[in-house]
């Protein structure tokens, strides 16, 4: 079996994506218009594919289900395949909208709850994320924002830049505005609540469905704390640990020349180059890896050795206390 899988990523449209993943990242004919990319993702909505190797071809939903253990002895512990990672164009914006819990989820929704993280790549002049309210939300007084249209007005803004970093859990209020780029480690889920879309038009023409009752039942209505936030201008030198949560671990590494990756039994190591280039070695299989490229590691005892320069984000699955 491969001691590396590189992946080829579910490629989804969206009514708010861009061309950057297609010209700059080279995920599709120039000129393509992109929203998302599924990098790591063994979800039946979007799955990665394997490119190389013995097992080119197959999903890695499809191997994860035949051989379990390359997803370390947490995840089956768990019982299922937990993140998956993308990469998100915003030519315009996202709706506003918040995500449920695991209770909600497997309750109302037959998924899992969606906590998730943002690393910013890209992001024009001006730029801004919205993560929360600025203060605790009426809940009467957002009802009528929404009705009349000015329900942003209530929710905190973020200017953004690269390496900017959020971690967004589960009924948080949030949403992506125009011109960011964004690398988002998230549980694996598809189930995304809107609370107002602009009154844009879907790919059929007609205003997408909006989940307003849904939203209400799962949003948290008081401001994020805080240490969920982690800018670029104020992280120390060197310091690469992001956010580190019971759903995900996730670091951003920086590589000039050659550094070992240790993987472990616990958990597989997915990384993605978000800048440069770079060799991936194991054993004896070597993967060229471009930007904005990703490869799955299985767990096992064997480290990586990535050579180049290059930086990228390494995400895992381990228990941890913590929600952050």
């Known amino acids: ?3 590396i899988f590189k992946l080829k990523p579910a490629i989804s449209p969206k009514v708010w994506g861009g061309t950057r993943l297609a010209n700059e990242f080279d995920k599709a004919e120039p000129g393509t218009q992109i929203g998302e990319t ?5 979800h039946a909505d979007g799955e990665a594919i394997i490119e190389n190797g013995e097992l080119a071809g197959k999903t890695l939903a499809a191997v994860v289900k035949e051989n379990p253990e390359v997803m370390g002895t947490y995840p089956n512990e768990i019982g299922y395949f937990p993140i998956l990672t993308k990469f998100i164009d915003a030519k315009s914006a996202l709706s506003i909208q918040v995500h449920p819990d695991d209770e909600y989820a497997h309750k109302n929704e037959g998924d899992n709850g969606k906590t998730e993280m943002w690393y910013i790549i890209g992001a024009e002049e001006g730029s801004f994320i919205y993560l929360g309210p600025k203060e605790t939300l009426n ?5 009528e924002k929404l009705k009349d249209g000015t329900f942003a007005e209530l929710l905190r803004p973020f200017e953004v830049q690269p390496g900017d970093c959020f971690y967004v859990p589960s009924g948080t209020i949030h949403a992506i505005g125009v011109g960011v780029l964004v690398y988002e480690i998230q549980q694996s889920s598809n189930i995304t609540y809107r609370l107002f879309d602009y009154n844009r038009p879907g790919s059929d023409g007609k205003p997408r469905e909006l989940h307003v009752e849904q939203s209400f039942a799962v949003m948290d209505l008081d401001p994020v704390d805080m240490k969920n936030v982690s ?3 104020d992280r120390k030198s060197g310091e690469e640990k992001l956010f580190y949560g019971k759903h995900f671990q996730t670091d951003l590494i920086t590589v000039d020349g050659e550094r070992n990756l240790e993987v472990g039994d616990e958990s597989f190591l997915g990384l993605t180059i978000i800048e440069g280039e770079a060799k991936a070695s194991r054993g004896n299989e070597e993967v060229e890896l471009k930007l904005g490229e990703t490869i799955f590691v299985p767990a096992g005892s064997d480290s990586v050795l990535l050579s180049g320069n290059c930086r990228a ?4 699955v381990q228990p941890s206390e913590s929600d952050v």
């Not at 984000?313 to 895992?316: C, F, L």
């Open 38 to 42: 599924w990098e790591i993702s063994a």
């Open 1 to 3: 079996m491969n001691k």
């Open 139 to 143: 809940e009467a007084e957002a009802r």
């Open 231 to 233: 800018l670029a201008k």
């Open 313 to 316: 984000i390494i995400s895992r």
